[in-house]
């Protein structure tokens, strides 16, 4: 079994600060790093830390190969990572010493996805594996489409949130995974409640207080918490969980034992700073767990 995701891939800015800026206000930065990101591959990276075989589709500028480099130092296969004229994508991350953030997003090489060879990708799927995607790219309707018609589960990430976005691929999806800002937009946005979105599954993070998974098939739900830490960094957090969860699923793990293994993950990546190359290894949580 494998994980294939159609995801973005950024170079990340992180500037730390003693507070996140009002309008208008100019601050000195304590600090700066350069680091990979992108919600696509912040998942990539977290369901490859976690042991899963994964194989990333997205593009990145052709400047800038140490991206490739670093993404397969990580255990992602890169195969399907195209090399394009559009500049790769990047973001502005700003830290605050309580560990919140603020984003800013160029999405450049991440919207110049290929139909054909997202296709061609796919198809080297089996119906036992999993296709990640998220908002960060184009083409994601048309891959998951293609996906769940080969018969393999399909999680989404509804983020960044997007109404028309949601609305396109609920048709399409295994699983649908929002925060409970992303969720509580969906629900008024549609007018319904979460147990009649239109998607088999629907998974909603509640940061530090863990995750609920509920069935919109059998009506079963299951919620999971989170062990306090001490945040620095809540970047990637999101990422870190559903890149465990898909791993955890695709290991053949129960949902609710994903859904464990997926919170450890997360709290312990909220502890350092960075975003996918912060991502804990599945050695490392299996210490933190065990702590």
Known sequence: MAIFNLGSVNIDHFYTLPHLPAPGETLSATGHTLGLGGKGMNQSVAAAKAGASVFHIGAIGKRDAWVRDK????????????????????????????????IVLESGANMQQDSEFVVNAIDQAAASDTLLIQNETNLQAFAATFAIVKGMRVIYSAAPFSIKAVTDLVPDVSMLVMNSVEAAQLCSEMGVTLDKIPAPQVMVTLGAK????????????????????????????????????????????????????AVQAAALKVTRHGTADAIPTADEVKSFRAA
């Open 71 to 102: 993404v397969q130092s990580y255990g992602v296969d890169c195969k399907f990572l195209r090399m394009v004229e559009q500049d790769t994508g990047h973001a502005v991350i700003y830290v605050d010493a309580e560990g919140e953030n603020t």
């Open 210 to 261: 863990g995750a609920m998974w509920r069935s919109n098939e059998t009506g079963e739900v299951i919620e999971v918490s989170s062990p306090a830490v001490h945040p620095v960094d809540t970047t990637a957090a999101g990422d870190t969980y559903i890149g465990y969860v898909a791993a955890g699923l695709d290991l053949g793990m129960p949902i609710k034992a994903a859904m464990e293994w």
